[in-house]
């Protein structure tokens, strides 16, 4: 939808007279503006504007100044949000508003090199380039408590009823399944009249934890689709009178929340990881592809667990990755590779991801560590062959904290490189900073346990 006739007529049949523009920040929170028709249609020009300080904030509200770089202005000036007019969709629970994916510019238009849907599309078309396309999909797993929002933050987010009832942890729960059906329904209801293909929704393991699973696509609106996934729970959850969070674990005594990467890479309409003339089916494109995620797993770990509670999830024997391994359809391992099914299954899971990580930055992750095993026909490790935890201190591990993860993000020379030296640099030093609020504005660096420092300031941002 690129001209704007065609943007006029479907707000027109539509009964449009509001759009809701939705973008992120480096963090992944969404931000946007309600835009009356008029005004959007000249921000698909111009632009709208806004502070840059959405990426000069943290998540506790305190501006990040200890480092400027070259893309912000010097005296806290604007940049715009430009929306996407191929992402319009409808809300007919709201008449009359629409809603529109948005990237972040620079005031003279140009993609802010911290916007990482931008980011995104960049490498969608650097891998178009190698003669590949990919198709991805997200795990987005939520928690629900019963609890309106206004009562969460009395308790301070502690003492909440999980929508399901305390009970053991079951996956896959029908009794489980079933007390959610009115949220989920709700929340499948509203992505049919967006026309966003949802495939299935399941009760996960943890208390009030639930999984939604949609239809694999591009990587740039894998990432949307994301994004809007996530803030229609957080939307459906106010409306019925409940409370949702993204939080990696903000329950100790639970398992922690994911967002697995499903993804497969395709030429010429067939399947590049496949190879039926090779063991198992692995291609050479499959190899070095792995064999790039593989080498920039470490330094993946910063983009792809970007709080300190997100860090928490990472427990041996908990369903969370905790080495820097990969197998053939094994769940515990950081890298689960699916080939032996045949071609049309062929693809890679990429399990470190938390569920409070940016959407965006899950998706550019995977393509800038698959990009460099492809440029440089990078070789994947042994195949580790056995359950991931528990193992011998001879099998390396990921990084367990925010700033062993940034430090080796800081490292990675590919990611680097693929990802933007600029966004590697804020990123770094954003999380730095937030390792730096922790220690020294009341989180306490000696807890065993999600503290309530990290549930103030992550449970309902993230």
């Not at 943007?7 to 973008?23: F, K, N």
């Not at 809603?99 to 802010?112: K, N, Q, Y």
């Not at 931008?118 to 003669?131: M, N, Q």
């Not at 929002?149 to 308790?155: N, S, Y």
Request: hydrophobic share 40%.
């Amino acid at each position: 939808m690129s001209a704007a006739g065609d943007v006029e007529a479907w707000l027109d049949s539509h009964s449009i007279h509001t759009v809701r523009t939705l973008g992120v920040s480096h963090d992944g929170i969404a931000v946007g503006k309600h835009l009356a028709r008029r005004k959007f249609g000249k921000a698909i020009e111009t632009g709208a504007a806004m502070s840059d300080f959405v990426y000069g904030f943290d998540l506790g509200g305190t501006p990040m100044v200890g480092w400027w770089a070259d893309w912000r202005t010097s005296h806290l000036g604007d940049m715009l949000q430009m929306p996407d007019p191929s992402t319009l969709m409808p809300t007919p629970w709201q008449p009359g508003v629409a809603l529109c994916l948005a990237d972040h510019t620079d005031v003279s238009g140009r993609p802010l090199p911290v916007c990482t849907r931008s980011i995104v599309r960049r490498l969608t078309e650097h891998l178009a380039g190698l003669g590949f396309e990919a198709r991805m999909s997200i795990e987005v797993e939520a928690m629900i408590f019963t609890e309106p929002m206004d009562v969460a933050r009395a308790r301070g987010f502690r003492g909440l009823s999980p929508l399901g009832g305390p009970r053991p942890a079951l996956f896959y729960s029908a009794i489980r399944g079933h007390e959610y059906d009115t949220f989920m329904s709700e929340l499948r209801r509203r992505l049919d009249a967006m026309e966003i293909p949802w495939e299935a929704t399941n009760a996960e393991a943890a208390l009030g934890q639930v999984e939604i699973n949609v239809e694999a696509s591009d990587p740039v609106t894998t990432a949307d689709r994301t994004v809007v996934v996530r803030q229609m729970f957080r939307e459906v959850a106010l409306d019925l009178g409940h409370t949702v969070t993204f939080m990696a674990k903000p329950v100790a005594e639970t398992f922690g929340g994911g967002a697995h990467i499903h993804h497969s890479l395709w030429t010429d309409g067939a399947p590049a990881f496949y190879d039926a003339s090779h063991p198992d089916g692995r291609s050479e494109v499959w190899r070095h592809w792995l064999g790039g995620l593989m080498a920039t797993l470490p330094g993946s770990v910063s983009l792809l667990a970007p709080f300190v509670t997100s860090f928490r999830r990472f427990v041996d024997f908990i369903a969370s990755p905790t080495t820097a391994t990969w197998c053939e359809d094994n769940k515990s391992t950081a890298v689960r590779t699916i080939t032996a099914r045949g071609p049309a299954l062929a693809r890679i899971e990429h399990r470190v991801a938390a569920s409070d990580a940016n959407p965006y930055l899950t998706v550019a992750t995977v393509l800038a560590g698959g990009i460099a095993g492809l440029e440089e026909q990078l070789e994947p490790p042994p195949e580790f062959r056995y359950i991931a935890w528990g193992v011998p201190d001879h099998v390396p591990r990921l990084p367990t904290t925010i700033l062993s993860a940034a430090d080796a993000l800081a490292g990675d020379e590919r990611l680097t490189r693929l990802l933007g030296p600029e966004f590697v640099e804020h990123w770094v030093r954003s999380r730095k900073w937030e390792w730096l609020m922790f220690h020294t504005t009341g989180g306490d660096p000696a807890a065993a346990d999600v503290t309530d420092w990290e549930l103030i300031r992550y449970f309902e941002q993230v």
